[in-house]
């Protein structure tokens, strides 16, 4: 990132929204420079969207600031939103319009200047693979091509910030594999936040991360950090003749093990210092365990939520 | 900006059959009434000729149709405001008109706009309706004139009623059946206002529109209906900005 331009295109510090005494999100801040993606990850009801909401004008914040460039969102919304592009979770389109009819909409009301109106509409359809789609009604066309439509909307008017929430939920892997190199090709030039809760999706595209749990930021860093934190916490060993739980349990003093399935143990609760992978092997060589696989598996999503959230927060 | 939001409301209007059935309807039904009181006028025509002071052709069958209006207005309006405000909410489409550097205002003044352009296309039927009595006869243009600036006043009044009240709903039925509702109730009032002194005369918008029936196009009436439609996109505009604020 250093090489990036560091001007900063969205800062928003101590956000915080109220529903009467439910806290949805709170204190949570965003700074966001060109050419960043900033990934936003939590179960279901952490806050992603309520917190994406707010950034796009569509909530007003109970407590809290949000700059686009420069420009306070809740003073001078209408300039403000003209620099920001928002595809929501449920892709806010017209089904009785033609994609062509659509973007064209999307393209004036953000007041994209008629001159620039076509190009704009063809840029936007060939970087979501919708040009072939031009003339078809948005309701006839797929999930997955709905979903693209929603994006050509987000980006159509080249907004400094792009803010996707869920972009790839119900799409085929073949898709998702399409939108998530679009969302790194936007990265390039825009800045964008996308809100997802697939843990490998963030380390594939993402710059930094920030993970939400029941409206507060729980962890703040970049990709490098999260992939340090996820790994070198438990191995996965597999046996031809294994032990028994006990049996590991013995030779293993302070880590946890798991049976996966029939002959495969997880390995966990371990420090970086008593890497255990060589005693594994001895023990397996002389209790003749028949050690044939051992992996270093990394953390999933639900451990590290679980890991983060029971956390003195 | 505001032509762009009525532009986009026009194109779904008339994308569904709802706009086309809203209009067949309305041309059928006064059609009807306008055809019976020709009918009615040339029976009665000879007997009038020898009455001092006559009402004449306008007032015997293009007024009439005029009266019908406003139960046909009261009846397919709602049917058109339903859908503006509560199924961008619940399509979740609200949200690509409020991330967009629009205001509160253009998103409601914009649906009006487009709903006082269909009134217009009703009022143009109305009018042709009226005018083709030019071939046979003399019409009292002035008093046409007035009719259709009520009816279209009155329109406006409903529209805004009826926008105003797919703000508050996810349903489009529901905005329906609140909004047939409200204008019942109006339509009530205005049958309980039969002394001309009582204040139901005052609020009544039937009894508003009556005067411009009668050809009198009088300030205080025009004030009403303006308060009216000001107050209810005043309302509607408050009401989705509080979503904003508190939902």
């Given at each position: 990132m250093a090489d990036k331009d560091h001007s900063l295109t969205l800062s928003a510090t101590g956000l915080t929204r109220k529903y009467g005494n439910n806290v949805?999100?709170?204190d949570v801040s965003l700074a966001l420079s060109k050419g960043e993606i900033i990934g936003l990850l939590g179960p279901n009801g952490a806050g992603k969207s309520t917190t994406m909401k707010m950034i796009t004008g569509n909530l007003a914040p109970t407590e809290g600031s949000i700059k686009v460039c420069g420009i306070d969102l809740i003073d001078d919304p209408i300039v403000a939103k003209t620099k920001i592009g928002y595809l929501p979770e449920i892709p806010p389109?017209?089904?009785?319009?033609r994609v062509n009819e659509y973007l064209k909409l999307v393209a004036k009301l953000h007041k994209v200047n008629s001159k620039r109106l076509v190009s704009a509409m063809d840029i936007a359809k060939e970087r979501t693979g919708l040009t072939e789609m031009s003339q078809r009604l948005i309701g006839s066309l797929s999930k997955g091509f709905q979903q693209r439509v929603g994006i050509a909307q987000a980006i159509i008017h080249e907004p400094e910030v792009v803010i996707l929430d869920e972009p790839t939920v119900g799409l085929d892997p073949n898709q998702i594999i399409e939108i998530r190199s679009l969302i790194k090709e936007l990265g390039e030039d825009h800045s964008v936040i996308l809100s997802t809760h697939i843990l490998p999706e963030v380390e594939a595209i993402c710059d930094s991360v920030q993970i939400l749990h029941k409206g507060k930021v729980v962890f703040d860093d970049d990709i490098g950090g999260l992939r340090k934190f996820r790994s070198g916490k438990s191995i996965q060993a597999s046996f031809r003749a294994p032990p028994t739980k006990k049996a590991l349990e013995d030779k293993l003093t302070n880590a946890k093990i798991s049976l996966v399935r029939e002959g495969v143990y997880r390995i966990s609760g371990?420090?970086?210092?008593?890497?255990p992978t060589d005693a594994i092997v001895q023990h397996s060589v002389q209790e003749r365990w028949g050690l044939f696989e051992l992996v270093g598996a990394q953390a999933s999503v639900e451990e590290v939520f679980v890991e983060l959230t029971t956390q003195d927060v | 900006m505001i032509i762009v939001i009525a532009l986009k409301e026009l194109r779904s209007m008339f994308a569904s059959p709802l706009a086309w059935v809203v209009l067949a309807f309305v041309q059928g039904f006064l059609a009807n009434v306008f055809l019976k009181q020709v009918d009615t006028f040339m029976i009665i025509q000879a007997q009038l000729a020898r009455t001092p002071n006559a009402p004449g052709l306008t007032e015997l069958a293009i007024v009439p149709m005029f009266g019908a209006a406003q139960m046909v207005l009261l009846m397919s309006i709602p049917l058109l405001t339903m859908r503006l405000i509560s199924e961008e909410k619940r399509n979740q489409t609200m949200a690509l008109l409020v991330s967009a550097p629009v205001s509160m205002t253009q998103i409601i003044v914009g649906k009006f706009t487009a709903m006082v352009a269909f009134l217009c296309l009703i009022l143009a039927l109305i009018a042709t309706m009226s005018f083709s009595l030019l071939a046979g006869g003399a019409i009292d243009l002035g008093l046409i004139a007035a009719n259709l600036l009520g009816l279209l006043l009155l329109g406006m009044a409903f529209s805004s009623i009826g926008i105003f009240i797919s703000c508050l709903t996810v349903h489009p039925v529901v905005a329906a059946v609140m909004t047939l509702a409200v204008f019942m109730g109006f339509w009530v009032i205005g049958l309980a206002a039969?002394?001309?002194?009582?204040?139901?005369n005052w609020v009544s918008i039937s009894k508003r529109f009556e005067g411009f029936l009668d050809g009198y196009v009088s300030l205080p009436d025009v004030t009403f209906f303006v308060v009216v439609i000001a107050l209810f996109i005043f309302l509607s505009i408050r009401k989705l900005d509080s979503e904003r604020l508190s939902a």
């Open positions: 949805a999100v709170s389109v017209y089904k009785e319009l371990l420090k970086l210092e008593d890497d | 039969s002394d001309p002194g009582s204040w139901l």
